[in-house]
């Protein structure tokens, strides 16, 4: 059985919770599709948040989902959002954001799709 990240004719993963990498210090971020209007990326968390001080702060629109596990995104202005399988939240281009908690006990599969203005 080949890997999801080891894909067939199209290069595309055949199952987004196959082949997870293992729990490391870092989340894990493995680009799926980029072009230079969209870049999709799959996230593991395992019980990961951005360190303290430091902030997201992004040229691009980010659209994540959470299709495993569980987080909470920090907004500045805006407080923190909880995320569960199914939930998602729009981050416009340079909306300060940080990972304040990653799920420790399960993997935590993210989708994440960054896009600019003159995409949409």
């Keep these: 059985m080949k890997s999801s990240l080891d894909i067939g004719e199209t290069g595309l993963p055949r199952n987004l919770f196959d082949s997870l990498p293992e729990a490391v210090a870092d989340e894990v ?3 799926l599709i980029a072009t230079d209007k969209v870049r999709i990326v799959r996230i593991t968390s395992h019980g990961q948040s951005t360190p303290e001080g430091e902030w997201y702060d992004q040229p691009d629109h980010e659209w994540v989902t959470v299709l495993r596990g569980a987080a909470r995104i920090l907004v500045e202005g805006q407080g923190e959002h909880p995320l569960g399988p199914g939930d998602t939240l729009f981050l416009p281009a340079h909306c300060r ?3 304040t908690w ?3 006990e399960v993997k935590t599969v993210w989708l994440a799709v960054h896009f600019a203005l003159s995409t949409l």
């Design 102 to 104: 990653t799920d420790p």
């Design 29 to 31: 971020f493995e680009t």
């Design 97 to 99: 954001h940080r990972v």
